[in-house]
């Protein structure tokens, strides 16, 4: 399949995450061998990725560009602040502007339609950094990260406990793609949106795995393999802060959940962690946690779909190319 940019986890199929995942594994471990004086991968050679971001982030824009640079181009880093779009220039004119310059744009923007805009203004391959709506290329790294740790994702579940939003939607959609089980367990009024979990459903029923989503937390923890959360508020939603401390108290992923879990379940966290309100802290940096393998696997991941969109490697052609996939 060709996939242009990723601007929805759904622009992915389930075989294209696999085949990616496998690809994420391959540089990964291609990249042990170039720390140690190994060559250095050429992919992105003579591309420039530019690198937008309207929001803050640390591991996303840290692993995105290192990446890009890893992969022999060169990553241009930008933010609203460095552009006439922080002062009312409009989407479509940045896009068709950057498009001219650059051979990729990673965003993390607001809504899903602004990047939407810029992929079909610029004509190059648009990643999404997230959005209010998804956040993709964190999914694929979780992905990655439950592989590792399972081998397989077939008769596996994934439980996220909190708010059902952009992370929670990624992975209810990639997992669902990939076979994973996925319980969302949520407080009144925080659910994920309705037209995600039915997307997610019909994938999940092609792929013979299951989604369900609940207000009790509890029950969605009975023997999963993988407990997940994030913050409670999210980027944007600080004014709701204290008002979402008192709703989402009782889904803080603790010990007394984990205990419910499966007894090789481990335990997940896109960061940044607030540990003491969605995370125990002994969970978080407890034995079960792989919560910096999976900030790790950002980087790896994003690789693959760099190698893949801007790069033009068709998924799993790096991990044939060393035998493996
Ligand atoms: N998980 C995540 O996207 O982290 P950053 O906001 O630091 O990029």
Redesign the pocket.
Known sequence: MTVRSLISTTDLSGPDIVALLDDAATLRAQRSALTSGGPAPTLLAGRTVALIFEK??????VSFEVGVAELGGRPLPLSSADLQLGRGETVADTGAVLGRYVQGLVV?TFAQARLEELASASGVPVINA?TDEE?PC?ALADLLTVRDAFGTFAGRTLTYVGDGNNVAHSLLLAGAAVGLGVRIAHPDGYAPDAAVVARARALAEAHGSEVTVTTDAAAAAEGTHVLYTDVWASMGQEAEQAARAAVFAPYTLDGALVARAADDAIVLH???AHRGEEIAADVLDGPRSRVFDQAEN?LHAQKAVLAMLVGGSQPGAIAAAEGGG
């Open positions: 803050p982030s640390t591991r996303t824009r993390r997230l956040h964190q896109c960061l940044p950002r």
